[in-house]
């Protein structure tokens, strides 16, 4: 079975630019959720999609944006970049993060610079 | 609301020696706690997690957990240390009562080095 997918692995951006990431999950999954990582804050939770639909979101700026296609593919949007979004972006798919008797798997990441 | 701290950010280990990686928590009512391993230019993989039943908790790769509700504790444990163990280690909390992916606290994380 594919693991979760995440592309591009590595976006060098500009401030003020917008950036698209993407991540497919294992196929089955429904739940698709985002996080940030960076050394000063840790991880942190973006938001959460489930069949389509966000269903949670973290405390972040509505710069940040993201959607859920039909086959569960998930992309998050940053509009207006600034340098402190440079970080790893992390996306985890379950087939329902609600439940705790399921796993969430976990993508490489893509790495975003922002300069 | 629950809070997790993670002793050392920084741990090394001999190869062969005992791995102890320290998670505190805290949290006003009973939690769910987690430990995930993050190695190089990699995801998270979750290593083990506790929810129910019985306190000793066992994972992947030879890892286990105790959780310790007297001490509010869930230190992660492996009896003989492996050079692909090194890795990032990371805990987590989670309340029982309300579960969600967005619910989970992570510790800062613990970077664990294997000497040879």
């Known amino acids: 079975k594919a693991g979760v997918t995440q592309t591009p692995r590595y976006l060098i951006k500009t401030r003020g630019q917008q950036v698209t990431l993407s991540c497919s999950p294992i196929?089955?999954?429904?739940?698709v959720s985002w996080y940030q990582q960076t050394p000063g804050q840790g991880l942190q939770f973006l938001f959460e999609?489930?069949?389509?639909?966000?269903?949670n979101k973290g405390n972040f700026p509505g710069r940040f944006s993201g959607r859920q296609f039909s086959n569960s593919r998930s992309e998050m949007n940053v509009s207006t970049l600034e340098l402190g979004d440079s970080a790893l972006y992390l996306c985890?798919?379950?087939?329902?993060?609600?439940?705790?008797?399921?796993?969430?798997?976990f993508g490489p990441g893509t790495r975003l610079t922002v300069l | 609301a629950q809070s997790v701290t993670q002793l050392g950010s920084h741990v090394s280990v001999s190869e062969g020696a005992l791995v102890l990686l320290r998670c505190n928590y805290s949290?006003?009512?009973?939690?769910?706690l987690f430990w995930y391993v993050q190695y190089p230019n990699q995801g998270l993989q979750l290593l083990l997690k506790?929810?129910?039943?019985?306190?000793l908790v066992k994972g992947i790769n030879g890892f286990e957990a105790e959780f310790k509700k007297s001490e509010t504790s869930f230190h992660l444990t492996k009896p003989s240390a492996h050079m692909s163990d090194a890795a990032e280690y990371f805990c987590?909390?989670?309340?029982?009562?309300?579960?969600?992916?967005?619910?989970?606290?992570f510790g800062t994380g613990t970077r664990l080095t294997i000497i040879p």
């Open positions: 506790y929810t129910t039943g019985a306190t």
């Open positions: 999609y489930f069949s389509e639909t966000q269903r």
């Open positions: 985890a798919s379950s087939l329902d993060s609600q439940r705790v008797t399921d796993t969430q798997y």
């Open positions: 987590a909390v989670s309340d029982q009562s309300n579960f969600g992916n967005e619910k989970l606290t």
């Open positions: 196929s089955g999954h429904r739940s």
């Open positions: 949290s006003s009512v009973p939690p769910y």
